[in-house]
C-alpha cells in the first residue's frame, strides 16, 4: 500500500507560529555561548590534575542531557507516541549537540592517564614481584588497557553521533516531504538504536566513572547514570519549553496535558534514580565485601556522608512529596521549581560520583570545592544551552509534517 | 407510581458526541447529580458531567503511610525489641535492611486501599441497579449511550426532567422506580 503524504501544517494547525523569527533567540544565543566560552577557556588556566577532574564532573553532567536527549526521542518512534510530538523537535535539537560533544571530550581524552591513573599502565607492572604489581587490576588488564580504551571511546561516539544526526535529519527532512514512511522507518530504526544505545551508555558510564576506581565494580552503576541522565534531561526539556513559551513561541501548541505528562516521566525517573541506586547500596551494605564496599566508605568519609544525604533528601524524599500532586505537575511555576531543583542535585550526584575518588588522591581528603568546579559547569552547560538555542533557531520548532502531529495538539490527560 | 420512590430518569443517546453535549447541556442547567453510562471510557465526559475529582488519592496515601508505619514498627519489635537478634554483623535495628519491606507493604496496603476504596465509593458489589429496569438498557455495553438524573437532584422533577431530557434530543426516556 502506497501511503499518501501527511497533512500539512496549514491543515493540521494553521495558526501556530513554528519558525523562530530571524535573531529572535540570537540574543541569548550569543550569550549563553559566550559565557561557555570565556568561562572554558578560563578554566584552561587551571590546567592540571584538578582541572581534569572538575572538567568530568561538568562532561558527564551535560552529556547526560544529550544522552537523555537520544533515548527520549528513540522511544517516542519506538512506541509511536503520539502525545510527544510537539516536543520532539526540542529533544532532537538538544541530541543535535553531540558533535560539540564530541570535541569536548578532548580534554578527558589528552587527561586519561591522569584519570584513570589506577589502571593506565597496569599493564607495565604485569610481574608479581614489581612492587607496583595490582593483582585485582592485573586481571582486568584485558578490558582496562589504554588501546582499547581509545577504540571504545571512538566506538561510543560513532555510535552517539551516528544516532543523533540519523534521528534528527530524517524528522527535519519529513518537514518537506511528509512522508508517513519516515515514522515507520524510524521506528523500526529506533529498536536497533536502542540496543546500541543502552549498550553505549552503560560502558561509557563504567569507563569514564567507574574505572577511576578499578577495584570497584557494579553492574548496576550504568543504570544509575542512565536514570540520573532521562530525569534532567526531562527538567531541561520543560525548562526550555517554557522559556519557549516565555518569549511567545508554542505557547498554545505545548500546553498544560504536555507538561504534565513530561512532570509524570520526571517524577518516574527520579524514582527510579532512587530505586536503582538503592539496590546497588543495599547490595553492597549486605554482602559487606570488602572491595565492594571501599566505594561508599570513600564516600562516607569527609563530609561526603553529608552530600550522600542530601541526595536521599533532595534527589528523592523532597521531590517525591512535592511531585506526586497532579496539580503541581500541571502549573508551570512548580514545574519549573522542581526541575531546577532536580538538576542541581543531578550535579551533586555527578559530583558524588566522581569526586570522591579524587579529592582523597589529590592529598586533602574530603569534600574540597574549587573555583574550577563551577567554571566548567558553567561553561559547558552555557555552550550547551546556546548550541541548542542555535539548533532550535535553525529549523521549524514541531515536526510540521509528522503524521502524528494533529493527536499531539489534541492529546488529552485522563 | 407517585406515590413509590423514584429512582430518577434515565435518557438514551446514540453517540459518543451526543452524550458529551447532553451531559454539558444537562448540567449547564442545573442538574447535579447526573451520571452518564457509555460502552467506552469517553474522552472529557467527567468535565461535562462537572464531576468533583476523586477523592480516592488521599485514602491512597494514608494506606501508604500506613503500610511504612506498620512494616517499620513490626521490623522493629521483632528484630530489636522483642528477640533481639543480630544478623550478619548488621545493627538489630538497622534502617537500609528495613526499605524493602517498607517499601512492599507500603505499595501493598496502596494497592488495597485504592481497590476496595473504589468498591467502597461506588458502592460495589452489588446484585441489582435501578437503572436495569430501563428498556434498552442492554445496548449500554453495545452502541447506545445512556444519560441518568436521579431523583434526589434538588432541581429534580419527573414531568420537567422528562421533558428537558426529550426536548436535549434524548430517547426512550423513561422514569425509573427505585427498588
Known sequence: MTASTAPTLEQVAPNIKTRVADGDLGGAQTVMLGIGAIALIASLIGWGEQFIHSYLVAYMFTLSLVLGAMFFVMVQHITRAGWSVVVRRIAENMMGVMPVMAVLFLPILFEA?????????????????????????HHKIGYLNPTFFYIRVALYFAIWLGLARYFRNAS????????????????????????????????????????????????M???TYFAGSVMSFYATLALTCLW???????????????????????????????????????????????????????????????????LIIGHF?????????????????????ASIFLLAMHWLDMQFLIMPNFTKGLGHPGLSTDWLDFTTMIGMLALFVGLMLRNIANSPLVPERDPRLGESLKFHNI | MSDSKKFGVVAEFDSAAAIYKAAETTTDAGYTKVDAHTPFPVHGLEKALKQPPSHLG???????????GIAQAMQ????????????????????????????????????????????????????????????????????????????????????????????????????????
Open chain 1, 113 to 137: 592517564e591522569t584519570l584513570f591513573s589506577h589502571w593506565w599502565h597496569a599493564g607495565d607492572h604485569a610481574d608479581p614481584t614489581d612492587p607496583m604489581h595490582d593483582p585485582i587490576v
Open chain 1, 172 to 219: 527535519i527532512a519529513q518537514d518537506q516531504s511528509g512522508d508517513p514512511e519516515v515514522s515507520l522507518r524510524l521506528a523500526r530504526r529506533a529498536a536497533p538504536g536502542l540496543a546500541l544505545f543502552a549498550l553505549s551508555l552503560t560502558f561509557a558510564a563504567f569507563d569514564w566513572m567507574m574505572s577511576i576506581d578499578p577495584h570497584w565494580f557494579s553492574t
Open chain 1, 221 to 223: 552503576f550504568g543504570v
Open chain 1, 244 to 310: 519557549l513559551r516565555k518569549k511567545g513561541y508554542l505557547g498554545e501548541v505545548i500546553n498544560r496535558e504536555h507538561y504534565h505528562d513530561i512532570g509524570k516521566l520526571l517524577f518516574a525517573f527520579m524514582v527510579f534514580w532512587t530505586y536503582v541506586n538503592f539496590s546497588q547500596y543495599m547490595l553492597i551494605f549486605y554482602a559487606n565485601l570488602p572491595e565492594e564496599t571501599l566505594w561508599y566508605q570513600a564516600r562516607a568519609e569527609g563530609g561526603w556522608a553529608t552530600i550522600g544525604t542530601v
Open chain 1, 317 to 337: 524524599l523532597v521531590p517525591f512529596a512535592f511531585l506526586m500532586s497532579r496539580h503541581i505537575k500541571r502549573n508551570t511555576l512548580t514545574l519549573s521549581i
Open chain 2, 58 to 68: 488521599w485514602f491512597c496515601v494514608l494506606g501508604g503511610i500506613t503500610g511504612i
Open chain 2, 76 to 179: 522493629w519489635w521483632m528484630n530489636s525489641f522483642d528477640y533481639e537478634y543480630w544478623v550478619s554483623g548488621k545493627e538489630p535495628y538497622s534502617w537500609p535492611t528495613t526499605i524493602p519491606i517498607t517499601f512492599e507493604l507500603m505499595v501493598l496496603l496502596t494497592a488495597f486501599v485504592a481497590v476496595f476504596g473504589m468498591f467502597g465509593i461506588n458502592r460495589l458489589p452489588r446484585w441489582h441497579h435501578p437503572i436495569f429496569k430501563h428498556s434498552t438498557i442492554h445496548r449500554v455495553t453495545d452502541d447506545r449511550f445512556f444519560l441518568s438524573v436521579e431523583a434526589t437532584d434538588p432541581k429534580f422533577d419527573a414531568a420537567k426532567t422528562v421533558e428537558f431530557l426529550q426536548g436535549i434530543g434524548g430517547v426512550n426516556v423513561e422514569v425509573l422506580e427505585d427498588d
